[in-house]
């Protein structure tokens, strides 16, 4: 039974570029989270999908976008990067009220 | 961003003693979580507590969910090497389909053999 896979694992991209990072669930769950990590911090929310429709939203500015499939598999997408979005990004699956597992993320560089 | 107070920051111990870190919050939480992170991995989730007074083991952890629902702590007890990691906490905000986790800074654990 596959856990909650990530692509790419790593990528490295030079400001003002724009990136999209994929997401798989793990098997039978349908809500998809997606966290930013910066170095030596815990992980900050960026939004959750439900359902294809984004249902909660954290703090981060509209160049944070994403998007679920009807299969609930998910996109992240950042346009306009910028040198502070270098960190490990997480997505975290779930089904209703149970709790999130974490893939291994993407780790994001931007020179 | 928004995130919990978690202490110590970081512990070194000698293999066999126990250990203890907690983390407290302004707000309420109707759920928290204790997640372990290894180099280059995603959080694993060690241990969920749903109810205010709670206090759930998973082997030799020991989680409790506080009173006041703004405070949570984890035990490792009879410490091993590989208890090696970084530690944290996640309070919950919301339900089901619509939740977001809000997180402490972390504990790095040492352990020494």
């Known amino acids: 039974d596959a856990g909650v896979t990530q692509s790419p694992t790593h990528l490295i991209k030079t400001r003002g570029q724009q990136v999209t990072l994929r997401c798989s669930p793990k098997s039978g769950h349908d809500t998809v989270s997606w966290y930013q990590q910066a170095l030596g911090q815990g992980p900050q929310f960026i939004f959750q999908y439900y359902e294809e429709e984004e249902r909660q939203r954290g703090n981060f500015p509209d160049r944070f976008s994403g998007h679920q499939f009807p299969n609930y598999s998910s996109e992240l997408n950042v346009n306009a990067l910028l040198l502070g979005d270098s960190a490990l990004y997480l997505c975290a699956s779930s089904l209703r009220s149970q709790p999130q597992h974490f893939g291994d993320g993407t780790r994001l560089s931007i020179l | 961003g928004q995130q919990l107070n978690q202490s110590p920051q970081s512990m070194f111990i000698q293999e066999g003693e126990d250990v203890s870190m907690n983390c407290t919050s302004s707000?309420?939480?109707?759920?928290w979580l204790w997640y372990k992170q290894d180099p280059g991995e995603g959080p694993v989730l060690l241990i969920a507590l749903y109810k205010a007074g709670e206090l759930t083991s998973n082997g030799r952890l020991t989680a409790q969910f506080g009173i006041t629902r703004k405070d949570s702590f984890l035990n490792i007890s009879a410490s091993i090497p590989s208890d090696v990691g970084i530690y944290f906490c996640a309070g919950q905000l919301g339900a089901g389909n619509n939740r977001k986790l809000i997180w402490g800074l972390g504990t790095s654990l040492a352990v020494n053999p």
């Open positions: 707000s309420i939480f109707n759920t």
